[in-house]
């Protein structure tokens, strides 16, 4: 083997281990990159159940406050016929 041949072997060697690794790191960073957006829309989803949620416990909080409203109030009513009753 003559000088050129064994640099040409050693430059084309490095060159196919520097592509193998290149072709490792493409593929681990496509794979994250596709986690990283079904983990996005995930969290998304998650956000969107969160609100839905807080706005059914937010309805259900002001129905709650009407009805005991609408309970006092018949109460006071209540309390102010007896009242008015006993004299």
């Known amino acids: 083997m003559t000088p050129a041949e064994i640099t040409t ?3 084309g060697t ?3 281990i520097i592509g193998y ?5 493409h593929n681990d960073v496509r794979k994250n990159t ?3 957006g079904k983990l996005k829309g995930k969290i998304e989803l998650v956000e969107q159940e969160s609100r839905l949620k807080y706005q059914a416990i937010q309805e259900q909080t002001q129905l709650e406050i009407k ?3 609408r309970h006092v109030s018949e109460l006071s009513d ?3 016929e007896f009242v008015l009753n006993k004299k």
């Open 9 to 11: 072997f050693i430059i």
């Open 14 to 16: 490095a060159t196919l």
């Open 21 to 25: 690794f290149l072709k490792i790191v």
């Open 34 to 36: 596709e986690e990283q």
């Open 67 to 69: 009805n005991l409203a």
């Open 78 to 80: 209540a309390v102010k």
